[in-house]
């Protein structure tokens, strides 16, 4: 018992580390990757010792600079609320990963342990419940600093929130109709059958509609541009206008942990998790013929790093759409999600089940 | 009235898919993207070093080219002897539309000469870079292509010029000790320079 714990404990100490790390780096790959796009250089200066390491450090900086800024609480603001919101939104976006699967069963002597720190059978549903609670750090900042501006903002985000939250929910209806499960660590196993022999039945191989549709909802949902109503970082007021110091590093922060949430979220639902193709736990089978047996270290190293590679490209598929597109006009941002992905998800679903049923039919 | 009627442009249906339109621009983005980390790389290797990965210029480090007509910091230009141009005409200050000029002319020894300047004052915090000042001198004694940019100081005392700065655009405040070997009105005191801008009615 006492073992399983620390086994828990462990696995959470590793995702916390790696996404919060992870977090922390995004913030250099937003500055360097839109420079590029940008044809500039990136913020460069911050230096230890003389050494400047890509500018990297900017980061490190920011979160001294963060700590060390003045923390101001307006004074007809709900004190207790308006502290509780950051460590709201930064609570939910980071417990969504305990239901995350970043690798297959890695077996330890007689012990087998599962690489996802919380085994629920309805982890889908946990992760939304999750995402959706989100909306409260977001509601309560606004609320809580008493300020017309910010309360706006917040309603804005809200409404933003439960608006694409319905589509994102039908979206991945489908999916969990075709691999008959809620539990995500059965889902990614059952990506890996083989359509006709040669195909991996990934997500966005049996449900490409659905697949375009999270990821416009879910980038939605992570208020960043070209969704990035609530809060325009320089042109639009948003539910954040009343912090300073590390609480307002805290909304930051929050939406790069949610871009990665929403990254490895694509990654297991429509990218086959830490599938590798042809990779079954005792080695490789090759459909032209060929096998590679591989121990089981190494088959979950190389599903760690199958998983990894995913989330980090869907990473910065995401940056690159956040420096190219524009911002939504909010009648657009609306109608879009209400007279476009939500109709095309509910057809999907229709469509899906019709096929299934045939499929069953036949079978 | 008159009325001007505007049809905002209706979005196409391939428009409304949004996709193509995210895809042309994706491929902007990533081709100024690979490029530009393709070439960051190689000037790591020191290839490629004539294509500019970007256009920042890094400002302290490297500076803008400047045109051969730009504007910089004043400097009184020097006989081969050393000892200045200027022939204390006055005309500079004369002409001066900000007053940022002071000049007290001396008695100079060369008797073909006819004055000098025993004092040649001015004050950058007032100056207005017209470059009225080098157009009108008739000795070319007065050029503004020093290229100094950086003029800022912590105080206005700073930004007021003696001739000894003027003749030599390296010098700056504090002025350890005077190096001109011509006569001219000159206090460096515990490398402060006093001068008598007070008694020259311009304030202190």
Request: proline share 5%.
């Amino acid at each position: 018992m006492m073992i399983e714990l620390l086994i828990k404990l462990a696995l959470a100490g590793f995702v916390l580390f790696f996404v919060l790390n992870l977090a922390g780096f995004h913030t250099w790959v937003e500055r360097k990757q839109s420079a590029l796009i940008q044809d500039r250089i990136g913020a460069n200066r911050a230096s230890i010792f003389g050494f400047r390491f890509l500018g990297m450090l900017h980061g490190l900086a920011d979160v001294l600079k963060m700590f060390t800024k003045e923390d101001i609480i307006p004074d007809r603001a709900d004190r207790t609320l308006h502290t509780l919101a950051p460590f709201f939104s930064v609570f939910f976006a980071l417990v969504a990963f305990a239901a995350i699967p970043f690798g297959d069963q890695l077996i330890v002597g007689e012990r087998v342990i599962d690489l996802q720190i919380a085994k629920i059978d309805a982890a889908l549903l946990y992760v939304f419940a999750m995402l959706s609670l989100g909306v409260y750090g977001v509601i309560l900042a606004g609320f809580a600093s008493r300020n017309n501006y910010a309360i706006m903002g917040g309603l804005r985000a809200t409404a933003q929130m439960i608006s694409y939250e319905i589509a994102l929910g039908i979206a991945l209806i489908g999916v969990v109709m075709v691999y008959g499960t809620m539990d995500l660590s059965n889902l990614v196993r059952a990506q890996g059958q083989l359509l006709w022999g040669w195909l991996p039945m990934w997500g966005i191989v049996v449900q490409p509609v659905a697949f375009f549709i999270f990821v416009t909802a879910a980038l939605a949902e992570t208020k960043r541009l070209p969704f990035d109503l609530p809060e325009g970082e320089s042109e639009i007021i948003g539910y954040f206008v009343e912090y300073s110091g590390m609480k307002f590093g805290m909304f930051y922060l929050t939406d790069f942990l949610e871009t990665i949430l929403v990254a490895s979220l694509a990654t297991t639902l429509f990218f086959g998790g830490w599938q590798v193709p042809y990779l079954s736990p005792d080695g490789f089978h090759f459909p032209w013929g060929g096998e590679l047996p591989v121990s089981n270290l190494v088959y979950v190293l190389f599903g760690l790093a199958s998983f990894s590679i995913k989330g980090l490209v869907f990473c910065f598929l995401f940056m690159q759409l956040r420096w190219t597109l524009p911002r939504f006009r909010y009648d657009q941002l609306m109608s879009l999600g209400w007279k476009g992905l939500f109709p095309i998800a509910v057809v999907n679903v229709v469509i899906t089940a019709i096929v299934l049923a045939f499929i069953g039919e036949a079978a | 009235m008159a009325v001007k009627l505007v049809r905002r442009p209706e979005l196409t249906f391939w428009e409304k898919l949004y996709f193509p339109q995210i895809y042309s621009g994706m491929k902007v983005t990533f081709r100024h993207f690979f490029r530009n980390l393709f070439l960051h790389i190689a000037h790591r290797l020191g290839r490629l070093k004539g294509t500019p990965a970007s256009v920042t210029i890094q400002y302290p480090e490297e500076l803008r080219p400047l045109m051969s007509r730009y504007r910089s910091r004043h400097r009184l230009t020097l006989r081969d002897d050393g000892s200045p141009r200027c022939v204390g005409c006055m005309l500079c200050e004369t002409v001066c539309p900000a007053r940022c000029i002071t000049i007290v002319p001396g008695e100079h020894p060369d008797p073909h000469v006819e004055k000098f300047p025993e004092r040649f004052d001015l004050d950058l915090g007032i100056c207005v870079y017209c470059g009225y000042c080098v157009e009108v001198c008739p000795e070319d004694a007065i050029r503004m292509d020093t290229g100094i940019l950086d003029l800022a100081a912590y105080s206005r005392e700073a930004m007021q010029l003696d001739i000894h700065e003027l003749m030599d655009p390296e010098l700056r405040k504090p002025v350890e000790n005077c190096s001109l070997d011509f006569p001219h009105r000159c206090e460096i005191t515990g490398g402060e320079m006093k001068g008598s801008w007070g008694h020259l009615g311009h304030g202190d």
